[in-house]
């Protein structure tokens, strides 16, 4: 197993003993059962280990995103811990800048993350948490379209 993949296995995104784990309320937050909410922080883990390995951009699935939005909010966890002192650099989620360009490039990233996915961890990601490259930008070509028909 890689180095880098254990480390972050092993990391603990809660300190102490919270009233309201952070697995909770990922779950709570996105109306997951806590099982389901498990199973999207593991696979935040493994997309977090592919941003740190792979040898290209990677781009979440919506779930995995849903998962990094929260470790995000945990502010000192997430910069001091996670990135400065188990991984050693810093992992910044930039936004969007919107537009079919920006659709592109975020295709072609998803498909190589999926593909490193496998490579990596000898097995295809779930297609519950991790949807091929049509159905995790179904939702988002359809809302450029419609824009593009009101301004025309």
Known sequence: MNQTYQKILEFSFDEGMPDLPFAARLARENGWSRAYAARAIHEYRRFMTLMVIANHPVTPSEHVDQVW????????????????????????????????????????????????????????????????????????????????????
């Open 69 to 152: 939005h929260l470790h995000l909010l945990y502010t000192r966890n997430y910069w001091d811990q996670f990135c400065g002192k188990l991984l050693g650099t810093p992992l910044h989620h930039d936004p969007t800048e919107g537009g079919l360009e920006e659709g592109a490039k975020f295709r072609n990233w998803y498909s190589n993350t999926l593909k490193s996915y496998e490579t990596l961890f000898h097995e295809p990601a779930p297609k519950d948490i991790w949807p091929d490259v049509d159905s995790r930008f179904r939702q988002q070509r359809t809302f450029l379209q419609k824009l593009l028909r009101r301004a025309s």
